[in-house]
């Protein structure tokens, strides 16, 4: 039962143009949400959060927005850049065992800019 | 900044194999993590501890297993490898096992069972 759920699996924009990367969750007991970029043949970096009692964070270039009534977070890159291709995934926080919270990650979206 | 670090960035095993795969981390981290990534899948959870000695399975346990004797190391054996194993492995680390803490990953394993 997949939680996190990102249904594009890439996404080509045009350099300038803006980038708007989706995801949903079904969990409604999440409150903490991340996107991580990872370029190939590296580990994936912490790109910018959000907590559930908040609707949007800034973060330069980056803004992630949140839709709980929906269900849905986007992460929006403005203006893109080249160096922004890579693959984006969203990330809920979840309780795991022994009292533990840890991730679950959404497949990823392949972010493609075209120069 | 944290530092994840994981020894091997390629590895190539042949079926059957007894394969371990280590990290380190440099921060005194509670939680440490192992994911494996394939592609159209993202990244599945495959076990996870709290503490030394502690671990707990993921989602994806199966044919795996781990050890964490010391806290800033975690281990990640394939007992029996296996051609369906093959696959980018990535170990991570959080600050403490409570709350809403951001993950800090290694550069992964490309792991190849021939």
């Known amino acids: 039962d997949q939680q996190v759920k990102q249904n594009s699996p890439s996404l080509s924009v045009q350099e300038g143009r803006i980038s708007i990367l989706n995801c949903d969750y079904t969990?409604?007991?999440?409150?903490?949400f991340l996107w991580y970029k990872k370029y190939p043949a590296e580990g994936p970096t912490f790109l910018i959060s959000?907590?559930?009692?908040?609707d949007k964070n800034e973060d330069g270039r980056f803004t992630v927005f949140l839709n709980k009534s929906a269900k849905h977070l986007s992460l929006h890159i403005v203006p893109s850049q080249p160096g922004d291709s890579a693959v984006y995934f969203c990330?809920?926080?979840?309780?795991?065992?022994?009292?533990?919270?840890?991730?679950?990650f959404g497949k990823g979206t392949h972010l493609i800019i075209q120069p | 900044d944290v530092k994840v670090t994981q020894s091997s960035r390629y590895l190539v095993k042949r079926t059957g194999e007894k394969v371990f795969l280590e990290c380190v981390q440099d921060m005194d981290h509670e939680n440490m993590f192992w994911y494996r990534q394939d592609p159209g899948l993202g990244l599945r959870l495959i076990y996870f501890?709290?503490?030394?000695?502690?671990?707990e399975k993921g989602d994806i346990p199966e044919g795996y297993s781990v050890s964490r004797e010391k806290k800033e190391r975690f281990s990640l054996i394939l007992e029996s490898a296996s051609t369906n194993q093959t696959s980018m492995y990535l170990c991570?680390?959080?600050?403490?096992?409570?709350?809403?803490?951001?993950?800090?990953f290694g550069s992964g394993t490309q792991l190849s069972v021939l």
């Open positions: 969990n409604s007991m999440f409150d903490y």
């Open positions: 959000i907590s559930s009692i908040k």
């Open positions: 991570a680390s959080s600050l403490t096992r409570f709350g809403n803490e951001k993950l800090f």
């Open positions: 990330a809920a926080n979840r309780p795991l065992g022994g009292g533990a919270d840890g991730l679950t």
């Open positions: 501890s709290y503490d030394v000695k502690m671990k």
